[in-house]
């Protein structure tokens, strides 16, 4: 495999060429100019892929986010880190600009993927991995393929019921979901509401790990429940292994691996908790993955 991977965050873009090992050879980045809109966005993902000078027939995948019409390359709908995102044509508008074949899908999907095939999943065929960072996604690796649902929006574990109170509120808008526990949003609204102070997710792990008790106890509540929720997922999906990953990951990881292994279901105790192993390139790998292999 050579290709070009390309991850479209909300804060930073970033394009790679990947080799048939799965590394990604040489790279380049730049600020993700979401409030400039669509048409920008996409110029700074095309100026990136066209400064990797690569021969004109190396295809690009690209890992977005929100929720993405695989089959035409579109964006279905999208939150508000990209503003204006839905509806956006990115597969036709890459190819308009770069000349080159493009396939899209979800960036969780895309990091999945990479994680299955060349990271913490590595001669896995199924494999669950969720990112916990502002808030929460999730992508599923079934017998080696992404698992997609109907419309490609499976595993939005963000929205799963977890029997939360009233207070935490979902960035769906809905209360008692995961989300609003065990995301970098969820956790600083938890903090605010216990302390009175507003600060960020960062500086309440930090205070955590300080041994401060209002930090700890929302750290301990978050991490407990995303890792029951976790072993849920697992009796649903029975895989191999569950990825953790995310900016928030790392500070959950202990917490929920504890909760997880003790509500995993009896026949699936050798399902681990592990943290992702590819790190920032995962999205990039895994989107290079999708253009050599297409969308199955
Ligand atoms: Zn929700």
Known sequence: MTAIGVDIGGTKTLAGLVNAEGKVVSSREAPTPSAAGPDAVLATAAELVTALDTDADVPVGV????????????????????????????????????????????????????????????????????????????????????????????????????????DDVCGCGRTGHLEAVASGTGIAQAYARASGEQTSTREVAERARAGEPTATEVLDHAGDTLGRALAGCVALFDVDVVALGGSVGPALLARATAAFEDDLFVAQTDVDLLPVALGANAVVVGAALMAVEGLT
């Open 63 to 166: 890992g977005a986010a929100g929720t993405i019409d695989h089959v035409t390359g579109t964006v279905r709908f999208a939150t508000d880190h990209l503003p204006k995102w839905t509806g956006t044509a990115v597969a036709d508008e890459l190819h308009r600009r770069t000349g080159r074949t493009v396939v899209v899908d979800n960036d969780v999907n895309a990091a999945a993927l990479a994680e299955a095939r060349y990271g913490v999943g590595r001669d896995h065929d199924h494999l669950l991995l969720v990112a916990v960072g502002t808030g929460l996604g999730g992508g599923l690796i079934s017998g080696g393929r992404v698992y997609r649902g109907r419309r490609n929006a499976a595993l939005e574990i963000a929205h799963l019921y977890v029997g939360a109170t009233g």
